[in-house]
T-cell receptor
Framework: NAGVTQTPKFQVLKTGQSMTLQCAQDMNHEYMSWYRQDPGMGLRLIHYSVGAGITDQGEVPNGYNVSRSTTEDFPLRLLSAAPSQTSVYFC?????????????FGQGTRLTVV | AQSVAQPEDQVNVAEGNPLTVKCTYSVSGNPYLFWYVQYPNRGLQFLLKYITGDNLVKGSYGFEAEFNKSQTSFHLKKPSALVSDSALYFCAVSRPFYGGSQGNLIFGKGTKLSVKP
């Protein structure tokens, strides 16, 4: 059972480049989200989706786009990379968006922007 | 506004000793509280949650957490620490959107637990 799969695991970008972080889940979960993890700041929500075709902004959405064409996939696009986007990115999914529902996380993508 | 605080950046414990990782919260309404663990170079894993009922919640790997409404705390505990428990621990609260029943997680900054042999 794969759970939540993120690719790539590591990436180095030059300032101004664009790229897509991939996320796929095989649990038929409705709800998916992207977080970034920075030292001493915990995890902050970038974007989320409550189902195919529906996305919305989280706490720190600037510089990122998402789409959800299928239940399984939720890619995160960096439009023009900046050094401030150097971070570890986590994709998560949960059965639904209920208050008591736990999330499942991917292994993360460590991104460095130079 | 909902928030979570983890007052300790790091907790050091000797193997075999009890451990406590502290968490306090601020929410309006009933709290939905979670603990997650992150091992090096891995994603977060769910440990346990408090929804309602018994104030002592048992979770994975022998961990438990005590909910205290009067102190607005949700401390993570384990009676006997193992070296393999060394990891980063996150407390989280589920936040309702638009006052409804759908939520999303607000995380604390994390506490690094180091268990020495």
């Amino acid at each position: 059972n794969a759970g939540v799969t993120q690719t790539p695991k590591f990436q180095v970008l030059k300032t101004g480049q664009s790229m897509t972080l991939q996320c796929a889940q095989d649990m038929n979960h409705e709800y998916m989200s992207w977080y970034r993890q920075d030292p001493g700041m915990g995890l902050r929500l970038i974007h989320y989706s409550v189902g195919a075709g529906i996305t919305d902004q989280g706490e720190v959405p600037n510089g990122y786009n998402v789409s959800r064409s299928t239940t399984e996939d939720f890619p995160l696009r960096l439009l023009s990379a900046a050094p401030s986007q150097t971070s570890v990115y986590f994709c998560a999914s949960s059965r639904d968006r209920g208050l008591s529902t736990e999330a499942f996380f991917g292994q993360g993508t460590r991104l460095t922007v130079v | 506004a909902q928030s979570v605080a983890q007052p300790e950046d790091q907790v050091n414990v000797a193997e075999g000793n009890p451990l406590t990782v502290k968490c306090t919260y601020s929410v309006s309404g009933n709290p939905y509280l979670f603990w997650y663990v992150q091992y090096p170079n891995r994603g977060l894993q769910f440990l346990l949650k408090y929804i309602t009922g018994d104030n002592l919640v048992k979770g994975s790997y022998g961990f438990e957490a005590e909910f205290n409404k009067s102190q607005t705390s949700f401390h993570l505990k384990k009676p006997s620490a193992l070296v393999s428990d060394s990891a980063l621990y996150f407390c989280a609260v589920s936040r309702p959107f638009y006052g409804g029943s759908q939520g999303n997680l607000i995380f604390g900054k994390g506490t690094k637990l180091s268990v020495k042999p």
